[in-house]
């Protein structure tokens, strides 16, 4: 095996050059995303990962609740990087790897194999909502989003353990 690898928080090894072998965990998700804040760290408190998530699921159509809860998944394993980065030349190797990744999200949890729109339109006006809320910005307007804001939802930042535990309550909701 190669160095390129990561050790998670239940002590597993996930080899990036043999991710056919890994299977994703929902407790390591859990944990790693409720550890993981939004905008690179960038907002007034730390806003998890986590509970940008579970924002995003209780938003979208119920058959696709999961879908929502899990579409940021793969950053538990591969971490985050800003849109405006990934988007940057040079960062193919890491677009490949996350969306292998998220086919191993998918084929563990039962997922479509591309995101649903409406998960995709319900990221997107988590993340005017946030924008908005935290950095008081109309990304409609100003980044030409798609989707506004969601009204009159104003997001308080869950302490990290907090967030943990509201995604699992979710996933063993829709899971059983």
Known sequence: ????????????????????????????????????CRYTGHTPSFYSVAQHCCLVSLHCPKKFRLAGLLHDATEAYVSDLSAPLKSMPGMEYYNRLEAEMYGRV???????????????????????????CFFGVDVYHDWHLPYRAWKGIKIDPLPSSTAKEIFLTIFRELTT
Do not use: Y
């Open 106 to 132: 998918a084929e563990t949890f039962r997922l479509p194999g591309v995101l649903p729109l409406s998960v995709i339109e319900q990221d997107l006006r988590a993340l005017a909502t946030e924008v908005k």
């Open 1 to 36: 095996m190669t160095k390129h690898w990561i050790r998670t928080c239940k002590g597993r090894e996930c080899h990036f050059d043999a991710l056919e072998n890994f299977t994703p965990d929902i407790e390591e998700i859990a944990h790693a995303l409720s550890n993981l």
